[in-house]
């Protein structure tokens, strides 16, 4: 048997792959990325960059309408935008097997919260499926569209960021032939008006008994007895391993790994059979709720905590005890090292130029490398809550300032790829309320931030095939943004961007911004760049400090000097020289 | 017996390449193997940690605090940062390399001068590497992983694996005279 170190998103792709799984889509985001990456590799199955979430769960559900076993992937926050086809094809159901995979974030590593997306697969009545590490990863995708097909339903496949992204060994099977079940029309199951909803709830309630029976037997979910039977532990997902770290082969578990629904006939025999009872889990009591309903006391939440993401030593420190402090501790600190925007990156003109305006405007932002722009020195915008609330958060948020008196115009700045996700809707909301407010788009030809994923702008897909780019200035034109309320602007180029505040802030009404510089780590951009960077004159410097405003990494300020530190991390992009009133700053290797 | 092995650094220092040489090496040596690494946001410039354990058989994928037995570093703060990781008498190699993050570099944070000395009054088993500027003597600082990897290999005796042979999976055929040089750059280090 072929044994190979794969991720879990490594493996979940390869499992797909076994499982003759032939239509995937995804939206990017950390930490589910890399599954639709490594999906795309394989020619035979057709993966897709949708615009967002929803798009690419709809994509999916038709995929498994028409015949073909598909899978649809995001991060966790990324299912709330799909909330809406995942509630209905949970009642619809499916014909050639639906996995949706969800990668929840516990700990925020890259994240605007820590939800639990367990708690979806009971909302829109789904199975609900939680590998442990990457060959679970790999061998439950397979069981999971099993499972979707045997009984017409949605797999939710829950992983976390610490399983998606941890390596394992995993041992390799064929990849599976891509089967198509055949298309056969059935209005009164795919078409949910009221009159065939409410049938198909019935249907639902009826497949989740057999599910349940189903999960009680299922090797999903396993009893792991141990010499010890005084303490049980009922845990799932990540938790096993901290629970199998912590407590070793001795320990009496009870792994699930199907938990909705809940085998609670298993549970209940598990429980039965041991005097005291641990769960352990991360985020929410999803299954601690279900053995309490089920009338056994046991520990929890109580001590397990329901904060962050866990790892052996917290499960250690809550249920066993503190380990001896034995280690070293030295009375020098480290430096704070926050994520910072790149050198060479566009945004960092954007976002100078926007701190130079402060006092008229206020400024919302958005998710994206951007979001690294509320950093000091730039201190770029007020608020972060969710892809496209950038924009659309103006319209209430200028309002309300007006309504106080506050004279500043409000700004809403989203990328290329958040515009096209949800930005466009957000951008006709202000269009159409005729809102007194700048929108930008900060457009660097890539989505950047999870690792540079082609986007509708991009005029290639995921697989390298040619596909029409969707002209973004266009788009905007065409929502009926004139020509004088619209500026499209070069980012790095100060003058031009302070130009567009100062017309932007003179008139009444929507003004659009965009400004348009790929990122520097794109490929080509890169190769393109290398061997360029500035160099400061040490005997023009007078070391006035005005260059380091813009607070790029690769400039260091010593010996009352400014000087270019990191010239391989240099692009040459110009800011620097651009701040500089003594011309002591040029380009080398043009 | 699981060994913990951690790598910090700064995002694009190359951590990510070294624990993949790492864990195919012990993998052919017949180990099982967790090893985890956060990325997202932390590949901006921020601090970034590879988790690698080995053994017979590894359940959880972390390491936490005191249960480090070696940590690699590629930056001398990010050494002193992960300090709270190593076990007592673990083992602590750092390159004595500085990178200055953006609180440095503004002048809101200052960069510790006596990082190494303070380190040295404690830890029995440090070793300061110049394996920065052992890359760039060869001319490519984006050895710099791969002269830690001859390091870690050396001290930690996995001199089971041909390491030169395998680096051919992991870097261009143009680089790989470069990396094979740094390897041994590195394990004749100590």
Same mark, same amino acid.
């Given at each position: 048997?072929?044994?190979?170190?794969?991720?879990?998103?490594?493996?979940?792709?390869?499992?797909?792959?076994?499982?003759?799984?032939?239509?995937?889509?995804?939206?990017?985001?950390?930490?589910?990325?890399?599954?639709?990456?490594?999906?795309?590799?394989?020619?035979?199955?057709?993966?897709?960059?949708?615009?967002?979430?929803?798009?690419?769960?709809?994509?999916?559900?038709?995929?498994?309408?028409?015949?073909?076993?598909?899978?649809?992937?995001?991060?966790?926050?990324?299912?709330?935008?799909?909330?809406?086809?995942?509630?209905?094809?949970?009642?619809?159901?499916?014909?050639?097997?639906?996995?949706?995979?969800?990668?929840?974030?516990?700990?925020?590593?890259?994240?605007?919260?820590?939800?639990?997306?367990?708690?979806?697969?009971?909302?829109?009545?789904?199975?609900?499926?939680?590998?442990?590490?990457?060959?679970?990863?790999?061998?439950?995708?397979?069981?999971?569209?099993?499972?979707?097909?045997?009984?017409?339903?949605?797999?939710?496949?829950?992983?976390?960021?610490?399983?998606?992204?941890?390596?394992?060994?995993?041992?390799?099977?064929?990849?599976?032939?891509?089967?198509?079940?055949?298309?056969?029309?059935?209005?009164?199951?795919?078409?949910?008006?009221?009159?065939?909803?409410?049938?198909?709830?019935?249907?639902?309630?009826?497949?989740?008994?057999?599910?349940?029976?189903?999960?009680?037997?299922?090797?999903?979910?396993?009893?792991?007895?141990?010499?010890?039977?005084?303490?049980?532990?009922?845990?799932?997902?990540?938790?096993?391993?901290?629970?199998?770290?912590?407590?070793?082969?001795?320990?009496?578990?009870?792994?699930?790994?199907?938990?909705?629904?809940?085998?609670?006939?298993?549970?209940?025999?598990?429980?039965?059979?041991?005097?005291?009872?641990?769960?352990?889990?991360?985020?929410?009591?999803?299954?601690?709720?279900?053995?309490?309903?089920?009338?056994?006391?046991?520990?929890?939440?109580?001590?397990?905590?329901?904060?962050?993401?866990?790892?052996?030593?917290?499960?250690?420190?809550?249920?066993?005890?503190?380990?001896?402090?034995?280690?070293?501790?030295?009375?020098?600190?480290?430096?704070?090292?926050?994520?910072?925007?790149?050198?060479?990156?566009?945004?960092?003109?954007?976002?100078?130029?926007?701190?130079?305006?402060?006092?008229?405007?206020?400024?919302?932002?958005?998710?994206?490398?951007?979001?690294?722009?509320?950093?000091?020195?730039?201190?770029?915008?007020?608020?972060?809550?969710?892809?496209?609330?950038?924009?659309?958060?103006?319209?209430?948020?200028?309002?309300?300032?007006?309504?106080?008196?506050?004279?500043?115009?409000?700004?809403?700045?989203?990328?290329?790829?958040?515009?096209?996700?949800?930005?466009?809707?957000?951008?006709?909301?202000?269009?159409?309320?005729?809102?007194?407010?700048?929108?930008?788009?900060?457009?660097?030809?890539?989505?950047?931030?999870?690792?540079?994923?082609?986007?509708?702008?991009?005029?290639?897909?995921?697989?390298?095939?040619?596909?029409?780019?969707?002209?973004?200035?266009?788009?905007?034109?065409?929502?009926?943004?004139?020509?004088?309320?619209?500026?499209?602007?070069?980012?790095?180029?100060?003058?031009?961007?302070?130009?567009?505040?100062?017309?932007?802030?003179?008139?009444?009404?929507?003004?659009?911004?965009?400004?348009?510089?790929?990122?520097?780590?794109?490929?080509?951009?890169?190769?393109?760049?290398?061997?360029?960077?500035?160099?400061?004159?040490?005997?023009?410097?007078?070391?006035?400090?005005?260059?380091?405003?813009?607070?790029?990494?690769?400039?260091?300020?010593?010996?009352?000097?400014?000087?270019?530190?990191?010239?391989?991390?240099?692009?040459?992009?110009?800011?620097?020289?651009?701040?500089?009133?003594?011309?002591?700053?040029?380009?080398?290797?043009? | 017996?699981?060994?913990?092995?951690?790598?910090?650094?700064?995002?694009?220092?190359?951590?990510?390449?070294?624990?993949?040489?790492?864990?195919?090496?012990?993998?052919?040596?017949?180990?099982?193997?967790?090893?985890?690494?956060?990325?997202?946001?932390?590949?901006?410039?921020?601090?970034?940690?590879?988790?690698?354990?080995?053994?017979?058989?590894?359940?959880?994928?972390?390491?936490?605090?005191?249960?480090?037995?070696?940590?690699?570093?590629?930056?001398?703060?990010?050494?002193?940062?992960?300090?709270?990781?190593?076990?007592?008498?673990?083992?602590?190699?750092?390159?004595?390399?500085?990178?200055?993050?953006?609180?440095?570099?503004?002048?809101?944070?200052?960069?510790?001068?006596? +990082? #190494? =000395?303070?380190?040295?009054?404690? %830890?029995? @088993?440090?070793?300061?590497?110049?394996?920065?500027? $052992? +890359? #760039? =003597?060869?001319?490519?600082?984006? %050895?710099? @992983?791969?002269?830690?990897?001859?390091?870690?290999? $050396?001290? #930690?005796?996995?001199?089971?694996?041909?390491?030169?042979?395998?680096?051919?999976?992991?870097?261009?055929? $143009?680089? #790989?005279?470069?990396?094979?040089?740094?390897?041994?750059?590195?394990?004749?280090?100590?």
């Amino acid at each position: 048997m072929v044994k190979e170190i794969m991720s879990g998103n490594e493996a979940i792709a390869r499992g797909a792959w076994e499982a003759g799984c032939s239509f995937a889509s995804a939206y990017p985001g950390t930490p589910s990325t890399e599954i639709i990456e490594n999906l795309s590799a394989i020619k035979e199955i057709s993966s897709r960059w949708a615009n967002n979430e929803k798009t690419a769960l709809e994509m999916a559900i038709g995929a498994s309408i028409g015949g073909l076993r598909s899978l649809a992937a995001m991060k966790h926050v990324g299912l709330n935008v799909a909330a809406d086809p995942l509630c209905a094809v949970g009642y619809t159901g499916v014909n050639a097997g639906l996995v949706v995979v969800t990668a929840d974030d516990p700990g925020c590593h890259s994240s605007q919260n820590e939800q639990d997306n367990r708690l979806y697969a009971l909302l829109a009545k789904v199975a609900l499926v939680e590998p442990s590490d990457s060959q679970e990863c790999k061998d439950f995708i397979k069981e999971a569209y099993e499972i979707s097909e045997r009984f017409d339903i949605p797999v939710l496949f829950r992983v976390t960021t610490r399983i998606c992204h941890s390596k394992g060994l995993v041992e390799l099977e064929q990849p599976g032939e891509m089967l198509v079940k055949p298309y056969q029309q059935n209005r009164g199951k795919y078409c949910m008006l009221p009159a065939n909803a409410r049938v198909r709830h019935v249907a639902r309630e009826e497949s989740l008994v057999e599910l349940e029976k189903f999960a009680n037997t299922s090797s999903l979910n396993r009893f792991e007895w141990g010499k010890d039977r005084k303490l049980g532990i009922v845990t799932s997902g990540i938790s096993y391993q901290y629970a199998k770290e912590v407590f070793g082969d001795d320990a009496s578990i009870l792994k699930l790994g199907l938990t909705n629904p809940m085998p609670k006939a298993l549970i209940k025999e598990f429980c039965t059979g041991v005097d005291e009872i641990y769960v352990i889990e991360e985020g929410e009591p999803f299954i601690e709720n279900v053995v309490k309903a089920l009338g056994f006391s046991c520990t929890g939440k109580d001590k397990v905590p329901i904060l962050g993401e866990l790892n052996a030593s917290i499960v250690r420190n809550a249920l066993v005890g503190h380990k001896p402090q034995d280690g070293y501790s030295v009375d020098v600190q480290a430096p704070p090292r926050p994520p910072v925007l790149c050198a060479g990156c566009p945004h960092r003109g954007f976002f100078f130029s926007l701190k130079k305006n402060k006092k008229r405007i206020v400024a919302m932002g958005d998710i994206g490398c951007y979001s690294l722009g509320v950093g000091e020195p730039f201190a770029g915008f007020e608020t972060t809550l969710c892809m496209g609330a950038g924009i659309s958060g103006t319209i209430g948020f200028s309002k309300a300032l007006e309504k106080q008196g506050d004279p500043r115009k409000v700004l809403g700045m989203v990328g290329d790829s958040t515009f096209f996700h949800s930005g466009v809707t957000s951008l006709i909301d202000v269009i159409h309320a005729d809102a007194n407010v700048i929108a930008c788009v900060l457009d660097n030809s890539i989505t950047a931030m999870t690792g540079h994923q082609v986007n509708a702008g991009s005029n290639k897909d995921v697989q390298g095939y040619e596909v029409p780019a969707i002209d973004l200035v266009a788009l905007i034109r065409g929502l009926g943004v004139p020509d004088e309320r619209l500026r499209v602007v070069d980012p790095l180029d100060l003058k031009a961007v302070q130009e567009a505040f100062d017309a932007a802030v003179a008139v009444k009404g929507p003004f659009v911004i965009v400004t348009k510089r790929p990122c520097v780590l794109i490929k080509e951009v890169a190769r393109a760049n290398v061997g360029r960077h500035c160099q400061v004159d040490p005997d023009k410097c007078v070391g006035c400090k005005a260059c380091t405003l813009i607070a790029c990494p690769a400039m260091a300020f010593k010996d009352k000097k400014s000087m270019v530190a990191d010239p391989a991390s240099c692009t040459a992009c110009g800011l620097c020289m651009q701040m500089c009133k003594f011309d002591a700053i040029s380009r080398v290797g043009e | 017996m699981t060994k913990n092995i951690l790598l910090v650094g700064v995002g694009g220092q190359g951590t990510i390449l070294m624990s993949k040489v790492l864990t195919a090496g012990l993998a052919q040596m017949g180990y099982d193997i967790k090893m985890s690494e956060i990325h997202g946001m932390s590949q901006r410039g921020g601090t970034v940690t590879t988790q690698i354990r080995y053994g017979d058989k590894v359940y959880a994928p972390g390491i936490g605090e005191q249960e480090a037995d070696v940590i690699v570093s590629f930056e001398k703060v990010e050494a002193l940062r992960a300090l709270p990781f190593l076990k007592k008498n673990g083992i602590m190699i750092t390159d004595h390399h500085e990178i200055y993050s953006m609180p440095v570099l503004t002048g809101k944070a200052e960069y510790p001068s006596n +990082a #190494l =000395e303070s380190m040295a009054k404690e %830890v029995e @088993n440090l070793y300061i590497i110049p394996a920065m500027e $052992k +890359a #760039l =003597e060869l001319g490519n600082v984006r %050895v710099q @992983n791969i002269c830690l990897l001859g390091v870690l290999v $050396k001290v #930690l005796k996995l001199d089971a694996v041909n390491w030169k042979e395998m680096l051919a999976d992991f870097v261009p055929q $143009k680089a #790989l005279d470069l990396n094979k040089q740094a390897f041994d750059a590195g394990y004749a280090m100590i």
